[in-house]
Nanobody, 112 residues
């Protein structure tokens, strides 16, 4: 059983930055893929960014060039650096890994 705990969400103005963290209960070194999803009110959950065990990444078109996903196997953590945030990035952000396992989510609100 894997437990994922997200942190780092909050309220930020447009153009601002946030860095989300996802702490895993066990070793992530063998977890083939880890990802961040988000779900805005009234919308379906969508993939934001994915990182494979070898470091290959994939991003939703809407966040390319602004968001960066990374993983630290030694700390059993995955991160999402979000820059130049826009109001449309407002959502609950979830950490995911194959199982599937989900975290409880962290709220990100982009508003002036």
């Amino acid at each position: 059983q894997v437990q994922l705990v997200e942190s780092g969400g909050g309220l930020v103005q447009p153009g601002g930055s946030l860095n989300l963290s996802c702490a895993a209960s066990g070793s992530i070194s063998s977890m083939y893929a880890m990802a961040w999803y988000r779900q805005a009110p009234g919308k379906q959950r969508e993939l934001v960014a994915l990182i494979m065990v070898g470091g290959k990444t994939n991003y939703a078109d809407s966040v390319k060039g602004r968001f960066t996903i990374s993983r630290d196997n030694a700390k059993n953590a995955v991160y999402l650096q979000m820059n130049n945030l826009k109001p449309e990035d407002t959502a609950v952000y979830y950490c995911w890994t194959m199982g599937p396992y989900w975290g409880q989510g962290t709220q990100v609100t982009v508003s002036s």
